[in-house]
């Protein structure tokens, strides 16, 4: 736990890349740090705050005493490698297994973008440019990803992870198909990402750092539905 006092943590509630971070740190178990629940809402993750540890004003801006990292894949695999022999083994021994898992990983942050480009479609296009046929190559390229995803678990057996074990490929992934069912993608085309998603849900570092504003509906939205 000393050491965890020396962690800072601002986040923003639902977001994906602040999850990972948050159950990195369960599994390491580094409960105890410090952190801080910012709203995008009121434009708080461009605050001084924010900017003074992460001048791209998003979250996650994660401090370990005088180390600086901001990016959610980075922080994982920092909190890993610093932390190696205690909680959860995040990354695989088996050579074949750590391909996976490096793979699964870096192609989970290439799902977020192509989630975020749909669902926040509104939100970063200004009305007047805003055009039916790139929210619609947008839907496309997303369906397109999500189909590969489909296929991958299809070739994990029921009930089990992206890489052999649990590790950084589900930290970073995870979030991102919880995200999708959030927002109304549907679970009888995606059965294998529900399957997944069923799976993991009730892990106890999930389940502790569940986005609190997600917790009174299990879904919010419906932008993903015809997907």
């Avoid at 105890?32 to 995008?40: E, Q, V």
Wanted: charge should be positive.
């Amino acid at each position: 736990v000393s050491m965890a006092k020396s962690m800072n943590l601002l986040w923003g509630s639902g977001s994906p890349p602040c999850w990972r971070v948050m159950i990195t740190l369960e599994e390491k178990k580094l409960q105890g740090y410090k952190h801080k629940l910012l709203s995008f809402e009121k434009g708080e993750h461009k605050s001084q705050e924010v900017l003074e540890i992460n001048p791209r004003g998003q979250l996650p801006a994660f401090r370990h005493g005088d180390n600086i990292v901001n990016e959610s894949a980075a922080t994982c695999l920092y909190l890993e490698n610093e932390f190696k022999s205690q909680g959860t083994k995040l990354i695989p021994d088996s050579p074949a297994e750590r391909a996976l898992m490096y793979q699964r990983m870096m192609e989970g942050l290439t799902l977020t973008d192509k989630l975020n480009a749909v669902i926040y479609y509104e939100w970063f296009v200004p009305e007047g440019e805003r055009h039916n046929s790139a929210v619609n190559r947008n839907k496309e390229a997303l369906a397109t990803e999500l189909k590969l995803w489909e296929s991958y678990l299809q070739k994990v057996s029921a009930g089990s992870y992206l890489a052999g074990a649990f590790s950084l490929a589900d930290v970073i992934v995870f979030p991102n198909i919880a995200f999708a069912f959030r927002f109304g993608l549907s679970v009888g085309r995606y059965p294998n990402l529900a399957k997944y998603y069923r799976f993991l849900k009730d892990r106890a570092s999930i389940k502790s750092s569940w986005p609190p504003q997600w917790l009174p509906s299990a879904q919010g939205f419906d932008n993903l539905k015809d997907l």
